[in-house]
């Protein structure tokens, strides 16, 4: 036996965490039934689940991508607008879905994957796994202000947690920026900076964990070596 979430996450269907929102909202059916109760177990041997009147079957094999994402591009499965998503930009035959997002203007790495249980680890506030980004402001950062990214800011009547930041150079009398950042709220970085008066000229992701966005031009994508999955494989072992 196991649990609904589990196996629709295990068959790409989204984190754990999404597929309970499936459930909630009454779109998966086990054996022709309609379920909507969380935590709910099914045989995976014999039971028969349905996503959307869609037959859901476990993937024999998973698959892990890094895609440079480039701006204007959402990093959703799907977008009720039409716009462009990070899955136009990867012509697989699996079923994948991108791990956490990023904004519509924010460029960089993205990992998409159809292991379910993994996503949910990589996503979990608690797991704090570590996200690196360079920034280009409009003009040069005040020491203060690093004090103030590195202690906590007051963002939606909570502080942010801890984070790293470190000016790596001056462009036209700008500062160019690395931040290492472990929660993952809305736009966070934009909005700890336009706090304290600054704007984001550019946002990038560079690093997700021990993920590395390396030589990869935007709108290009591959696989992830076996090291690197053996890396995450570490690092969800650690969050369990």
Not at 183 to 206: C, S
């Amino acid at each position: 036996m196991i649990r609904l979430n589990k196996y629709l996450a295990s068959a790409g269907i989204g984190s754990r965490r999404t597929c309970d929102d499936y459930i909630s909202a009454g779109r998966i059916r086990v054996n022709g039934r309609l379920v909507q109760k969380l935590g709910t177990k099914i045989d995976e041997s014999a039971d028969t689940v349905y996503f959307d009147d869609r037959l859901v079957k476990l993937t024999a094999g998973m698959v892990y991508i890094i895609l440079n994402k480039p701006a204007g591009i959402i990093t959703t499965a799907s977008d009720e607008f039409e716009r462009r998503t990070v899955l136009d930009l990867i012509p697989v035959e699996e079923r994948i879905f991108p791990v956490g997002r990023l904004d519509q203007d924010t460029t960089g790495l993205v990992l998409l994957t159809n292991d379910g249980d993994l996503a949910n680890q990589l996503i979990h506030p608690r797991y704090k796994i570590p996200k690196t980004y360079h920034a280009r402001l409009d003009k040069k950062i005040h020491p203060k202000d690093i004090y103030h990214f590195e202690h906590g800011l007051m963002l939606d009547d909570k502080m942010t947690a801890p984070c790293k930041l470190t000016e790596i150079r001056i462009i036209d009398n700008c500062s160019f920026a690395q931040i290492i950042i472990a929660e993952g709220r809305n736009r966070q970085i934009r909005r700890m900076f336009e706090l304290l008066g600054y704007q984001v000229e550019t946002l990038e992701r560079i690093a997700f964990g021990p993920l590395q966005l390396g030589g990869l031009k935007e709108k290009e994508w591959r696989y992830l070596t076996p090291v690197e999955i053996d890396r995450l494989r570490q690092l969800q072992q650690q969050a369990l």
